[in-house]
């Protein structure tokens, strides 16, 4: 959106008719949808490329961005991180935020962008790995009407549902939401919410779904040639 916004104002500078695009700015400016996003977004100033990391709860979306980072050079946003940093920073917002995720739902969109943009916006790089998100549609709408971007691929690490609790159980990072009760509810929000984002980037053709199963090393040999693919 804000891609658009900017691209309307140097339109604006560089036409004769600019009563009628004044008139439009204006009335942009004044509807409810578009007031809060007049402004410069920085991002638009980038050339971004931005990949979704999707996969059920201990997938190992985490484990193999740390690869690609090392590798290829990304930056590696975890929304589920970000949201744990907001917890520790004793924000306003920090004891909704752990019940949410003590109960495995999913924290409002709003929250989770915000944070995300904000990394981004600090980022000297415009190579992203957004990690854990978008768990719904309504994330996924958010994301594209905050920042103004679609991601140019999404990678779905596809595993079985007894290997990611078997792994979760034995994460031992002192997470409240590394017990068995929090697991089966991630688990029935990942199968009714995370899953239809998931067909809505095949659909697309952005969808790269790999194999999560066997060593970090092996499933990182199925990740490489996503990204060799795609040297930005
Ligand atoms: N291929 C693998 N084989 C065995 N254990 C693994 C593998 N990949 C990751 N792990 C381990 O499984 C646990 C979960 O991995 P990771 O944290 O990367 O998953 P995640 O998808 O980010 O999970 P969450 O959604 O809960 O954050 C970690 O302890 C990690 O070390
Ligand atoms: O976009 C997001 C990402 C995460 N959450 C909440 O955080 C936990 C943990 O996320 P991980 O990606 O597994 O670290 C998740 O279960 C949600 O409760 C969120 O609400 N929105
Ligand atoms: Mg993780």
Redesign the pocket.
Same mark, same amino acid.
Not at 55 to 61: D, I, M, R
Not at 212 to 216: L, N
């Given at each position: 959106m804000w891609r658009r916004v900017a691209s309307l104002s140097a339109l604006i500078s560089s036409t004769s008719n600019r009563c009628f695009l004044d008139q439009v700015a204006y009335r942009m400016s004044t509807c409810k949808l578009f007031s809060s996003e007049v402004k410069e977004n920085p991002l638009t100033l980038k050339d971004l490329f931005i990949t979704f990391v999707l &996969? !059920?709860? &201990? +997938?190992?979306? &985490?484990?193999?961005?740390a690869k690609i980072v090392e590798t290829f050079g990304y930056v590696h946003l +975890?929304a &589920?991180e970000l949201l744990r940093r907001e917890i520790a920073s004793n924000s306003e917002y920090g004891s909704m935020i752990l019940n949410t995720i003590k109960d495995g739902k999913i924290v409002p969109s709003e929250m989770t962008v915000r944070l995300i943009q904000k990394e981004m916006e600090l980022s000297n790089n415009h190579k992203f790995l957004i %990690? !854990?998100f978008p768990r719904n549609e309504e994330n996924r709408i958010a994301f594209e009407t905050i920042i103004g971007a679609d991601p140019d691929i999404v990678l779905f690490?596809n595993c079985p549902e007894e @290997?990611?609790v078997k792994?979760?159980l =034995? *994460? =031992?990072?002192g *997470?409240v %939401? %590394?017990n068995i009760e929090t697991i089966k509810k *991630?688990l029935k929000v990942f199968k009714a919410s995370n899953l239809l984002v998931v067909d809505y980037y095949s659909d697309k053709g952005k969808l790269f779904e790999i194999d999560?199963? !066997?060593? @970090?090393e @092996?499933?990182f040999e199925r990740v490489r040639p996503v990204f060799a693919a795609f040297q930005v």
């Open positions: &996969g !059920g709860p &201990g +997938s190992g979306k &985490g484990t193999q961005c +975890s &589920g %990690d !854990g690490f @290997e990611m792994r979760v =034995n *994460r =031992n990072q *997470r %939401d %590394d *991630r999560a199963t !066997g060593t @970090e @092996e499933i």
